[in-house]
């Protein structure tokens, strides 16, 4: 799997749109863009992912630049429970290999 | 919406006890999976199963076994628990969800081993 690059921590708003970025300069034409999040103390949440084109949920947005090589994961109406460390991972989406996560962004969101 | 489940939340063992983790998913996913979190560590895969009775060892398998005796349930047994084995058991099911295929996560266990 590619190795992802994240900034270590940001602050939002509450009620403000999170951009969160993540780098993966060196991801291959089968892997996906993944997000998860992990709540203090909770299992890891899958929030979205995707190939090359911008997906949406009901959850977030996530934005891939046109050379695959960065994206951003948005929450566009930032909550308080939305604080949690948000992961960003490349894989193959049929692999069934373990998961791995960097150290991710610890997003604090403030009232 | 899939659902993956453990038994419990929290568990406070004493040093050689027998512990068994349990965990069910609702979505008919083949494959499931049973990592270690730790601090500075990150996730850790001991066990994987692909299919019912099949299992495959992970990257620390060791004072660990599992059983996969039903498609929708993985367990995971600590022969005799110790001490370094205090960590958040978190278990996973890769499947799709809406045609989308990923891993997805139950909501951990605590053990504190004593």
């Known amino acids: 799997d590619a190795k992802t690059t994240q900034p270590p921590s940001m602050d939002c708003a509450e009620g403000r749109a999170a951009n969160l970025p993540c780098n993966h300069s060196?991801?291959?034409?089968?892997?996906?863009v993944y997000w998860y999040r992990q709540i203090h103390s909770q299992g890891p949440q899958y929030i979205i992912h995707?190939?090359?084109n911008n997906e949406t949920n009901e959850m977030a947005s996530l934005i891939i630049t046109e050379d695959r090589k960065s994206s951003t994961l948005i929450l566009p109406h930032a909550t308080l429970r939305d604080t949690a460390v948000y992961y960003c991972i490349v894989r193959v989406e049929s692999s069934y290999d373990k998961v791995i996560f960097g150290p991710g962004t610890s997003l604090s969101v403030i009232p | 919406d899939v659902k993956v489940t453990q038994s419990s939340r929290y568990l406070v063992k004493r040093t050689g006890e027998k512990v068994f983790l349990e965990c069910v998913q609702d979505?008919?996913?083949?494959?499931m999976f049973w990592y270690r979190q730790d601090p500075g560590l990150g996730l850790r895969l001991i066990y994987f199963?692909?299919?019912?009775?099949?299992?495959e060892k992970g990257d620390i398998p060791e004072g660990y076994s599992v059983s996969r005796e039903k498609k929708e349930r993985f367990s995971l047994i600590l022969e005799s628990a110790s001490t370094n084995q205090t960590s958040m058991y978190l278990c996973?099911?890769?499947?799709?969800?809406?045609?989308?295929?990923?891993?997805?996560f139950g909501p951990g266990t605590r053990l504190l081993v004593l």
């Open positions: 060196t991801i291959s034409g089968n892997e996906y």
């Open positions: 199963s692909y299919d019912v009775k099949m299992k």
């Open positions: 995707g190939l090359k």
């Open positions: 979505m008919d996913h083949e494959n």
């Open positions: 996973a099911s890769r499947g799709a969800d809406r045609g989308r295929e990923t891993q997805y």
